[in-house]
């Protein structure tokens, strides 16, 4: 699992497999990750401040480039960094 603070809150995929939280797969997790990223920027467009958007931009692009280390194109983690990056460029 990747270090970053918001990877790293999904805990390990072994206890999220075990818990009654729905999230079964890394591709669950993943989706989960981008939906409340999606949210998060979404929020940020409509009634943030300019230093919030750069904030959540920046934090965007950390786990863009945190998720795509050591990771094949296609792999659930680089689709993860892409969807991020995209993300990022919108709050820029």
């Given at each position: 699992?990747?270090?970053?603070?918001?990877?790293?809150?999904?805990?390990?995929?072994?206890?999220?497999?075990?818990?009654?939280?729905?999230?079964?797969?890394?591709?669950?997790?993943?989706?989960?990750?981008?939906?409340?990223?999606?949210?998060?920027?979404?929020?940020?467009?409509a009634?943030?401040?300019?230093?919030?958007?750069?904030?959540?931009?920046?934090?965007?692009?950390?786990?863009?480039?945190?998720?795509?280390?050591?990771?094949?194109?296609?792999?659930?983690?680089?689709?993860?960094?892409?969807?991020?990056?995209?993300?990022?460029?919108r709050?820029?």
């Amino acid at each position: 699992m990747k270090a970053s603070p918001i990877l790293r809150n999904l805990g390990t995929f072994e206890e999220r497999r075990a818990g009654s939280d729905g999230i079964d797969s890394v591709e669950a997790a993943i989706a989960e990750i981008t939906r409340r990223a999606e949210a998060a920027v979404a929020h940020a467009l409509a009634d943030g401040t300019a230093n919030e958007r750069t904030r959540r931009a920046e934090r965007r692009e950390d786990v863009a480039w945190e998720a795509a280390q050591g990771e094949a194109a296609g792999s659930p983690w680089q689709i993860l960094a892409d969807s991020m990056q995209v993300l990022a460029e919108r709050l820029w």
